[in-house]
């Protein structure tokens, strides 16, 4: 099945050339921002060159291509994934990370990248290798050479991690274990950052928290004055700082050291949630992670009672949300259950959408997620009407990224 994949994708590679015009034709068109009847979009190479009703869209010239009663739509983006991990559920994070080679890795990686396309996610911010080393590096300049399909990638190499926080752990105390991050304490995370940044990091991930210590539950890591001279530095280079926090207090240090994003947030307070919107932090809530909805007749845990109530705190407060899963810890190409998760937890089914689209570009600071002219052609149709039904974007019969179609 998958070399028979590839002849077709390598078919589809050899037809597309660099100044491909089409013209996109379907029966509503989600821009990015709200429903539109009979829109048309017309692309020419990597970018939409008009986009509007569809009487007022010349087709000279291009290749008409009519998608009939589906939803066409800007491709979706994935906020948080890890590639270079597979589903818990098959194999710990322990022994992904102790036990499996990082070619092994590698080639897992290239399935899933595929997967994340033909799911209709055309971009994803990549947020850790897990002890894959600058893997994603790679695997990013693959996908853009045009060696694998995969999805628009943004990464961060190695997460930062503060000494002895992290993982793998509980070995004699003789033993220094290698681990899923990048460690450091002290002034010494501002070479670690411009490290990573010369090795490709295109966003810095920092651990604002974790299970560490004698006692249970996540306790903050780095300091204030840590967080603030890594983000510092990393905005020097114009990169952005993502940070993996799920306490008040280390989302209170991420925010006053100017992160651009927080990861999680399961323990977020009304009060914590305001100060986001006022230093204009956004939120990657990752509801999906570590399991979903509760079988049928069984109760809900509390960690997913607690979670839905700080995604309302964030709703109510009026936080930016960036829809991202953590997928990796679940199967790749399932990213669609994140919306989903949203929808259920109470959000709009079109504000889940813009998560996933127009704002997620705003906040990744590309040109995506929106149906206009000079944006990226990253372009999906999915059966159905994604704003009646959030699971029709499962049903995806069309991927278009970057002018080039990968998917028909
Ligand atoms: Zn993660």
Same mark, same amino acid.
């Given at each position: ?22 013209v ?20 020419k ?15 000279s ?29 098959e ?15 590698? &080639?897992? +990686? @290239?399935? =899933?990248?595929h997967?994340?396309?033909? #799911?209709?996610f /055309? ?33 961060v ?28 304490s ?16 295109d ?13 249970p ?9 840590e967080?603030?001279? &890594?983000v +510092? @530095?990393? =905005? ?5 700082? #993502?940070?993996? /926090?799920?306490?008040?207090?280390g989302?209170r ?8 994003t ?14 986001m ?6 939120f990657?809530?990752?509801?999906t ?5 509760p079988?049928?007749?069984?109760p ?8 839905r ?20 810890t ?8 994140e ?12 504000d889940?959408?813009? +998560?996933?689209t ?11 997620g929106?149906?206009?002219?000079g ?11 994604p ?22």
């Amino acid at each position: 099945m998958f070399p028979r994949v590839l002849a077709v994708f390598s078919l589809l590679i050899a037809s597309a050339s660099a100044q491909s015009v089409y013209v996109l034709k379907a029966a509503r068109t989600f821009d990015g921002n709200s429903m539109r009847q009979n829109w048309a979009v017309r692309v020419k190479g990597d970018r939409i060159e008009a986009a509007g009703p569809a009487s007022s869209i010349d087709s000279s010239n291009a290749k008409v291509i009519d998608l009939g009663s589906a939803t066409l739509m800007p491709g979706l983006v994935e906020g948080h994934s890890h590639v270079l991990l597979h589903a818990y559920s098959e194999t710990s994070w322990n022994d992904q990370v102790e036990h499996e080679a990082l070619a092994l890795r590698v &080639a897992r +990686a @290239t399935n =899933h990248l595929h997967s994340t396309l033909m #799911a209709g996610f /055309t971009t994803i911010r990549d947020l850790g290798t897990e002890g894959a080393g600058y893997a994603d590096v790679g695997l990013k300049e693959a996908v853009n050479q045009g060696i694998i399909p995969g999805p628009r990638m943004l990464v961060v190499t190695r997460a930062i991690v503060a000494t002895g926080t992290y993982g793998p752990k509980g070995f004699v105390p003789e033993w220094t274990v290698p681990q899923g991050g990048e460690e450091t304490s002290g002034p010494d995370i501002i070479r670690v950052v411009r490290d990573q940044i010369s090795r490709g990091a295109d966003w810095i991930k920092l651990y604002g928290d974790y299970r560490w210590g004698p006692h249970p539950g996540s306790h903050p890591t780095f300091s204030l004055e840590e967080m603030k001279m &890594a983000v +510092a @530095t990393a =905005h020097d280079a114009g990169v952005p700082v #993502a940070v993996h /926090t799920s306490t008040p207090e280390g989302m209170r240090r991420a925010i006053l050291a100017g992160a651009d994003t927080i990861e999680h947030g399961n323990e977020g307070t009304p009060e914590v949630f305001k100060m986001m919107v006022d230093h204009h932090v956004a939120f990657c809530p990752t509801l999906t992670a570590g399991g979903g909805a509760p079988r049928p007749g069984q109760p809900e845990s509390p960690a997913r009672i607690r979670k839905r109530e700080s995604f309302q705190a964030a709703l109510a407060a009026g936080v930016t949300i960036l829809s991202g899963s953590d997928v990796g810890t679940f199967p790749h190409g399932d990213n669609a259950r994140e919306l989903e998760a949203m929808v259920d937890f109470g959000m709009t089914p079109v504000d889940a959408l813009k +998560a996933a689209t127009s704002v997620a570009g705003q906040v990744l600071h590309l040109d995506i997620g929106t149906v206009k002219p000079g944006m990226f052609a990253d372009l999906i149709a999915v059966d159905g009407d994604p704003v009646e039904q959030i699971s029709a974007i499962r049903h995806v019969k069309f991927v278009m990224k970057a002018g080039m179609i990968y998917k028909q």
